[in-house]
């Protein structure tokens, strides 16, 4: 069955940075557009960045934009997200988030990991 | 940027009881390109109804979703235990970004 597993989350200060990884399986992982989407204490969803099945297209939300850096290895199923320049609004779990299907179109978050925590503090 | 509104902020039902949660968009959502999802504490999001009104694979029927537009509805016709959980309404036709409401908390009567 579909599995994203996140990793490298943890305690940084402000100012420092982390990779994230998302790894894979039970699926084309090459077949799909693929997501980060955060978790905020107190505040809800919030999607961070979009990437393309071949990396051509990556979005940001306005927050994030010069700070992160999303990007995929099709080769070994995983997906990335480096964040430098970290703030303390950028603490919550993160979410390796799937497209619900890999046809062309609009579609949704259809398949999520169980999270990677990041914390940002002095 | 569209601002989804979700309304109420939390409800108070009884397993069995019908659950009514609204979400309100501050511009028309293309294509009705609107899902909803489920928050159980200490697991990931589940996607519940997307394009409005479709259940995602695996999902009872027990939920609906209508509407169009700018207002959105999601509908548990019967409360069972594990609905008790936080509910997302999200657009993903005008993007990015796409958005999220900040959510309806269903929590025991």
């Known amino acids: 069955q579909v599995q994203l597993v996140e990793s490298g989350g943890g305690l940084v200060e402000p100012g420092g940075s982390l990779r994230l990884s998302c790894t894979a399986s039970?699926?084309?992982?090459?077949?799909?557009?693929m997501n980060w989407v955060r978790q905020i204490p107190g505040k809800g969803l919030e999607w961070v960045s979009y990437?393309?099945?071949?990396?051509?297209?990556?979005h940001y939300r306005d927050s994030v934009k010069g700070r992160f850096i999303i990007s995929r290895d099709n080769a070994k199923n995983s997906l990335f997200l480096e964040m430098t320049n970290l703030r303390v609004e950028d603490t919550g779990i993160y979410y390796c988030?799937?497209?619900?299907?890999?046809?062309?179109?609009?579609?949704?978050?259809?398949?999520w990991g169980p999270g990677t925590l990041v914390t940002v503090s002095s | 940027e569209i601002v989804l509104t979700q309304s109420p902020g939390s409800l108070s039902l009884s397993p069995g009881e019908r659950a009514t949660l609204t979400c309100r968009a501050s511009e028309l959502v293309f294509g009705n390109y609107l899902a909803w999802y489920q928050l159980r504490p200490g697991q990931s999001p589940r996607l519940l109804i997307y394009g409005a009104s479709s259940r995602a694979t695996g999902i009872p029927d027990r939920f609906s979703g209508s509407g169009s537009g700018t207002d959105f509805t999601l509908t548990i016709s019967r409360l069972e235990a594990e609905d008790f959980a936080v509910y997302y309404c999200q657009q993903y036709g005008s993007t990015p970004p796409q958005t999220f409401g900040q959510g309806t908390k269903v929590e025991f009567k």
């Open positions: 990437i393309s099945i071949s990396s051509a297209t990556r």
């Open positions: 988030a799937r497209d619900y299907s890999d046809t062309s179109g609009y579609w949704p978050l259809g398949n």
């Open positions: 039970g699926f084309s992982f090459s077949n799909f557009y």
